[in-house]
């Protein structure tokens, strides 16, 4: 049995679907809020409950030999991205888990004080690997999937909002080839108590992205390209009424500020590990689109 938390989340519901096509059991970890119907088609196991209450960890562990955590923070790194992982470490060794899977962030080791998110997933980090369990931490590169609510606003408007420095490189990754590789991490032993980063097999620089969906959709792209103290005068005014979302736009900030990307001894060494070709991000697109 599978735990996935996060299971409606972008990659969640991808790694439910995959165990599902496998017909192995799977617990989706889920809000009550949430829109699991889709997971309840493909037969995986619901466990509604709240990842900052421990009682409800405790009990959807009960009688797991994998877990994947795949849940983002929802604005909340303290509670998601930190404690509710510690809470599932534990409760993996007291069930006996044979593997735990853990999706942190590309750039989670480089220290970035203002981004709690990434604080978070470093030191969660750091819990596993002296835990005694068997691991695997991902870490991943900008999402294919992300992209795609801005590719739909393209398509309509023309137009890409690009904050920041439109050189800074990237390498996103598909959010498929992710859930493909967080799946088999639990029976390939190169991945066993590895830290992989992951992204897509090209190195972007940001600008290359309007200019993709400009091939795409066979449109010439608007690119509006505002400067990157425009976030900061936002952040200063949100913290003036709510102090965490100030801290969330930290983490958004520092997304923005840097460069997170794959080199090709990198990526090259993953699709050897995993025994595929990662797909391209106009690839992934253009499936997702129907263009």
């Known amino acids: 049995m599978f735990l996935v938390t996060g299971a409606t989340g972008g990659i969640g519901r991808r790694v439910v679907r995959l165990l599902r096509e496998q017909e192995t059991p799977v617990r989706a970890f889920v809000r009550l809020t949430s829109d699991y119907g889709q997971l309840e088609h493909r037969k995986a196991e619901i ?76 030191a969660v980090e750091q819990y596993l690997q002296v835990s005694g369990l068997n691991y695997t931490i991902l870490r991943p590169a900008g999402l294919s999937s992300n992209l795609l609510p801005l590719a739909e606003r393209f ?22 080839d992710l859930a493909r590789i967080t799946v088999s991490s639990v029976t390939t032993p190169a991945a066993q108590n590895q830290i992989l980063p992951v992204g897509g097999p090209e190195i972007l620089q940001r600008q290359d992205i309007p200019r993709i ?5 066979n449109q010439e792209p608007i690119i509006i390209n505002p400067p990157l103290f425009l976030v900061d005068g ?22 923005l500020a840097n460069e997170f990307f794959c080199t090709p001894d990198e990526i090259s060494h993953l699709e050897s590990i995993f025994n595929f070709k990662l797909e391209p991000l106009e690839s992934f697109l253009r499936r997702y689109l129907a263009v």
């Not at 969906?213 to 959709?217: E, H, K, P, T, V």
């Not at 952040?235 to 900030?253: C, D, E, P």
Request: aromatic share 8%; glycine share 8%.
């Open 47 to 122: 466990f509604i409950g709240d990842l900052r209450h421990e009682k409800d960890i405790q009990k959807a562990c009960q009688g797991v030999q994998y877990i994947i955590s795949a849940h983002g923070s929802d604005g909340d790194a303290l509670a998601l991205d930190y404690r509710a992982n510690i809470e599932l470490i534990d409760h993996a060794k007291a069930v006996g888990v044979q593997h735990f899977v853990f999706i942190s962030v590309l750039g989670a080791e480089r220290g970035y004080e203002d981004a709690p998110t990434f604080k978070a997933k470093r």
């Open 155 to 176: 398509r309509e408007t023309r137009t890409y909002l690009l904050i920041g420095d439109h050189k800074n490189r990237t390498s996103i990754v598909s959010t498929d």
């Open 213 to 217: 969906l400009g091939r795409i959709f």
């Open 234 to 255: 936002v952040r200063s005014a949100v913290g003036l009424l709510n102090s965490q979302a100030q801290k969330a736009l930290g983490t958004f900030r520092t997304l």
